[in-house]
Structures are given as structure tokens and as C-alpha cells.
């Protein structure tokens, strides 16, 4: 019995502190590693889009020629709080959501 416990002593860590934490820690390192890559290439450009997004819908104003997520371009009549009024055709308005807008076009 006593040489099964000697054994099992024999295939454990090998000595020294320094090489059992340094395996410890870089089993965890590319976990560790996804984090800031996740951040910087998911994260941190779809804040930057959000407010190029918030910054435009702010600047709406009568006049502006935008196009909405359905593909429907037309003039701003009308700004609300949080509507606009587009004229997409003579005598036809619609009253969409402000975030429904997702370009500003210029004049062409």
C-alpha cells in the first residue's frame, strides 16, 4: 500500500514553485488575452458607430435629405422630439422614428 501512495507522489507537480504557477497561469492566458482583442475589434467600433449614429440624428433638421433602414429617401419636414416628418413624394408625408434614419445625404 505504501509503495501506491509513493506512486502518485512521483506523477504530481514537478518541483519548484516558479514552473507549477507559470503553468497554472498560461493555461488561462489565451482566455485571459480574448478579452481586450474582444474590446478592441467587436466593442470599442460599434460605440464609435453608435455615436456617429446619436450625433447625426441629433443634427436633424427641416430640409435635411435622409434615407430610413427600409430604403425610403425623402426631406425632412418636421422634427420632433423623437419623430421626423419626411415628404417622399408631393402632398405624401410619413412620420417615422428618429433612429429609423440611418443616412444623411447630401445634396445632389
Known amino acids: 500500500m505504501l ?3 509513493s506512486v502518485a ?16 497561469f498560461g493555461s488561462f492566458l489565451p482566455i485571459i488575452l480574448i ?9 470599442m467600433p460599434q460605440q464609435k458607430t453608435r455615436k456617429r449614429h446619436q450625433a ?6 427641416k430640409g ?5 433602414g427600409s430604403g425610403i429617401i425623402g426631406t425632412i419636414a418636421g422634427v420632433d ?6 415628404l417622399v413624394a408631393p ?14 445625404r447630401s445634396e445632389e
Open 56 to 61: 447625426m440624428m441629433d443634427s436633424l433638421k
Open 9 to 24: 507522489y512521483a506523477a504530481g507537480e514537478p518541483a519548484g514553485g516558479l514552473g507549477g504557477l507559470l503553468g497554472s
Open 64 to 68: 435635411d435629405k435622409v434615407v430610413t
Open 81 to 86: 422630439k423623437d419623430t421626423v416628418v419626411l
Open 35 to 43: 478579452f481586450p482583442i474582444f474590446y478592441f475589434l467587436v466593442i
Open 91 to 104: 402632398e405624401v408625408k410619413l412620420r417615422m422614428m428618429k433612429n429609423a434614419i440611418t443616412e444623411l
Open 3 to 5: 509503495g501506491l501512495f
